[in-house]
């Protein structure tokens, strides 16, 4: 069985830094590209981040370039999440997101991880 | 970086009705589109891929049409586990983005 368990949330102040890791089970993890997608409340989705199997290609949404980075440990069937110089408007839930075969659409989601960045 | 537009934003329907919604895309993104359904609290679920395949497990009410700039999902007769929100996603191209969800009401 499929299992993505994300952590690392957590309330921060504007400008802070935090990490997300999302461990991964049930499937062969450097096989599949991974994605996170958050949600701010009450609002939708938002792609921000994603990253081949092997780690070698990274992609990101404008709104977070040069603030996050993504990057797995193969070894560990880990997802991360670096998230530097974060805004209040960095305030949501994060999800990972397994990709369903070499396209980023996403056939398996984590529970999410909140991340709240005040003051 | 491609815009994806949903219509209706929200939408009551009933028990048994069939709904459809639609998903425009700013520019040509082949068949390289999504549909997922959210429910309050949950993580999103994948139901359709490349425009119109069914995702593993889930109901044939659902089905998915389109190619190009233009995409509808359809649901032929709603259950009451179907009133939920739903987000189209293209990933044609990065940045892969979302539309701003369609939220199912009952009537």
């Known amino acids: 069985e499929v299992q993505l368990l994300e952590s690392g949330g957590g309330l921060v102040q504007p400008g802070g830094s935090l990490r997300l890791s999302c461990a991964a089970s049930?499937?062969?993890?450097?096989?599949?590209?991974m994605s996170w997608v958050r949600q701010a409340p009450g609002k939708g989705l938002e792609w921000v981040s994603g990253n081949s199997g092997s780690g070698d290609s990274a992609y990101y949404a404008d709104s977070v370039k040069g603030r996050f980075t993504i990057s797995r440990d193969n070894s560990k069937n880990t997802l991360y999440l670096q998230m530097n110089s974060l805004r209040a408007e960095d305030t949501a839930v994060y999800y990972c997101?397994?990709?369903?075969?070499?396209?980023?659409?996403?056939?398996?989601w984590g529970q999410g991880t909140l991340v709240t960045v005040s003051s | 970086a491609i815009r994806m537009t949903q219509s209706p934003s929200s939408f009551s329907a009933s028990t048994g009705d069939r709904v459809t919604i639609t998903c425009r895309a700013s520019?040509?993104?082949?068949?390289?589109l999504a549909w997922y359904q959210q429910k309050p609290g949950k993580a999103p679920k994948l139901l359709i891929y490349a425009a119109s395949t069914l995702q593993g497990g889930v109901p044939s009410r659902f089905s998915g049409s389109g190619s190009g700039t233009d995409f509808t999902l359809t649901i032929s007769r709603l259950q009451s586990e179907d009133f939920a929100t739903y987000y189209c996603?293209?990933?044609?191209?990065?940045?892969?983005?979302f539309g701003q969800g369609t939220k199912l009401e009952i009537k």
């Open positions: 049930g499937f062969t993890f450097n096989n599949y590209a």
């Open positions: 997101a397994k990709a369903l075969g070499v396209y980023s659409n996403f056939d398996y």
């Open positions: 996603q293209q990933y044609y191209s990065d940045p892969y983005t």
């Open positions: 520019q040509g993104i082949s068949s390289y």
